[in-house]
Protein backbone atom coordinates (compact mmCIF):
# COMPACT_ATOMS: atom_id res chain seq x y z
CA UNK A 1 0.00 0.00 0.00
CA UNK A 2 1.28 3.25 -0.83
CA UNK A 3 0.18 5.37 1.83
CA UNK A 4 -0.10 8.87 -0.11
CA UNK A 5 -3.55 10.61 -0.97
CA UNK A 6 -4.42 10.73 -4.55
CA UNK A 7 -6.14 14.41 -3.65
CA UNK A 8 -3.47 16.38 -1.66
CA UNK A 9 -0.29 14.16 -2.08
CA UNK A 10 0.05 13.68 1.85
CA UNK A 11 2.67 10.67 2.30
CA UNK A 12 5.37 9.92 4.93
CA UNK A 13 6.91 12.58 6.88
CA UNK A 14 10.15 11.69 8.98
CA UNK A 15 10.94 13.04 12.60
CA UNK A 16 12.68 11.21 16.11
CA UNK A 17 11.48 9.15 18.68
CA UNK A 18 12.87 10.40 21.90
CA UNK A 19 13.47 8.20 24.91
CA UNK A 20 13.35 9.02 28.63
CA UNK A 21 16.78 9.42 28.94
CA UNK A 22 16.48 11.72 25.39
CA UNK A 23 18.22 9.40 22.80
CA UNK A 24 16.95 9.97 19.78
CA UNK A 25 16.38 7.77 16.97
CA UNK A 26 14.73 7.86 13.28
CA UNK A 27 11.65 7.01 12.75
CA UNK A 28 8.42 7.58 9.98
CA UNK A 29 5.09 9.06 10.86
CA UNK A 30 2.65 7.66 7.58
CA UNK A 31 -0.43 9.29 7.02
CA UNK A 32 -3.84 8.31 7.98
CA UNK A 33 -5.16 7.34 4.21
CA UNK A 34 -8.43 5.12 3.34
CA UNK A 35 -9.34 3.46 0.68
CA UNK A 36 -12.22 5.15 -1.06
CA UNK A 37 -14.40 5.49 -3.89
CA UNK A 38 -15.16 8.57 -5.10
CA UNK A 39 -16.14 11.06 -8.53
CA UNK A 40 -13.72 13.06 -10.09
CA UNK A 41 -14.24 16.29 -11.58
CA UNK A 42 -14.37 14.92 -15.10
CA UNK A 43 -17.33 12.21 -13.61
CA UNK A 44 -15.78 9.13 -13.66
CA UNK A 45 -15.85 6.86 -10.27
CA UNK A 46 -12.23 6.04 -9.37
CA UNK A 47 -11.26 3.77 -6.18
CA UNK A 48 -8.25 5.23 -4.70
CA UNK A 49 -6.99 6.79 -1.10
CA UNK A 50 -7.61 9.73 0.67
CA UNK A 51 -6.59 11.25 3.58
CA UNK A 52 -8.83 11.96 6.55
CA UNK A 53 -7.97 15.70 6.21
CA UNK A 54 -9.29 15.76 2.75
CA UNK A 55 -12.52 13.15 3.62
CA UNK A 56 -13.40 15.52 6.14
CA UNK A 57 -13.23 18.67 4.33
CA UNK A 58 -15.09 17.78 2.07
CA UNK A 59 -12.42 17.88 -0.81
CA UNK A 60 -14.07 14.88 -2.40
CA UNK A 61 -17.03 13.20 -3.41
CA UNK A 62 -17.95 9.88 -2.43
CA UNK A 63 -19.88 7.42 -3.84
Do not use: E, I, P, W
Not at 15 to 22: D, F, K, R, W
Not at 31 to 55: F, H, I
Request: proline content about 0%.
Amino acid sequence: MSRVCSVCGKGRTSGNNVSHSNRKTRRTFLANVQKVSYKKADGTVVNDYVCARCLKGNKVDRV
